[in-house]
């Protein structure tokens, strides 16, 4: 039987798997590897094209503002970074590659900051204060971050190389030094702010006083700053990357079942707009692992004072925790004597107090954040306060908003640097 009897008996499959062998092995691998380049750029939220194909010419600030306050548009009127654009440093184009780089990658920022302790709460001097009427900018970490943190060395050097003196403050049980009570910190904790900057106030009554809040530190800063209104010595403040809704952010990171259609129901009615609802129920995997990350670090945060927590909260339920909800429910909720999860979220978030504002406050939020939601920035209250600037960008990532062809300047850093010179 010759081959051309035997191609017409030959099934289809037969004929195309044969088809196939003839195609050289090249082409498949290539394939392969464009197709997982693809998924790569999809999943991380990749926009190197599109910035290609606008010549990284960059994206605009949009500026939220009360248009009848005269404060805010004469402060604009000072500010061209906040007028401006930013342009995405091009081999970071995407929010997670930024995200992660501040990251994992902050040893690349070796700067040297002074370090002097105190009991519980330790403050970190980037420069010795010497003249009393020298501005001073005290610096509010994020959740598990401190002094060593990339972010915090490049805006204290940045500030202290323009003549300013800097304070650095880390959350109790951070920086190196030990829990000496049972009193801890959380996301809505202003207690030991408020004492810092008394302190400091009474120290330099002549200086003028301002602070930066970074992710949860920009949520107790501006919860700060709505509870004591007037009465803050502050002159001047700047919330970057804030969560703002607690209950909103971190319901992001709760998985809903199929079988929870209820209580689906039930959050929809409590007032979950379209947006947020969809979110809610069908997170991306990569926030997952953004969960995962902040629950390693605050379980790495309880080791290290396991011998009060074990007496005062769930150690059991603390080291078993899968999420930052799973945390908060067995050590944050109950250290802080909040009756449930939701309300301790509740009670914590720093949307409650945004009409409260009294001082100048400039808010940065990249629409890109893959921790802190759009979806929770509180367009409407900022717009009403005539001391609120909010700046907005659709690029940035979480604290980073790298600029630059290799990555060495954060222009939120610049943006707070032109806007407290311009206040002061």
Known sequence: ?????????????????????????????????????????????????????????????TLTYNSSSHLCQSLLSNCNILRGWYSVTPWLSGPHLQTVFLSVLEGLLRLLIDVTEGRSRVIDDSAAIKRDKTPIMIVIPGLTSDSSSAYAKHLAFNMARNG?????????????????????????????????????????????????????????????????????PLVGAAAICSPWDLLVSVSFYIKVEPSAAATTAKFIKDGCSGTICDRFINRKPVQKMYDRALTVGLKGYAQLHQSILSRLADWEGITKSRSVRDFDKHATR???????????????????????????????????????????????????????????????????????????????????????????
């Open 164 to 232: 300013w003196n800097v304070v650095v403050s880390n959350h109790r049980g951070l920086g190196g030094v030990s829990l000496t009570s049972d009193c801890f910190y959380n996301a809505g904790y202003t207690e030991d702010l408020r004492k810092l900057i008394n302190h400091i106030h009474c120290e330099y009554p002549e200086a003028p006083l301002f602070a930066v809040g970074a992710s949860i530190g920009a949520n107790i800063l501006v919860k700060y700053l709505g509870e004591d209104g007037t009465n803050t």
């Open 1 to 61: 039987m010759d081959s051309g009897m035997l191609a017409a008996n030959a099934s289809p499959y037969d004929l195309l798997v044969q088809a196939l062998a003839l195609i050289p092995i090249s082409y498949y691998l290539f394939a392969a590897l464009f197709i997982f380049l693809a998924f790569l750029y999809t999943f991380l939220e990749i926009h190197f094209l599109h910035d290609l194909l606008t010549l990284f010419r960059g994206y605009p600030v």
């Open 334 to 424: 109950i250290l802080g004597k909040f009756e449930t999860v939701d309300t301790f979220y509740r009670r914590s978030s720093s949307v409650n107090h945004v009409s409260n504002v009294s001082v100048t406050l400039l808010c940065i939020s990249a629409l890109d954040d893959p921790l802190c939601t759009r979806e929770a920035i509180p367009w409407d209250e900022c717009r009403v306060n005539e001391n609120i600037i909010l700046a907005t960008t659709p690029r940035g990532g979480h604290l980073a908003f790298y600029e630059g062809i290799t990555a060495s300047s954060l222009w939120w850093v610049r943006a707070v640097d032109e806007f407290f010179g311009v206040k002061d």
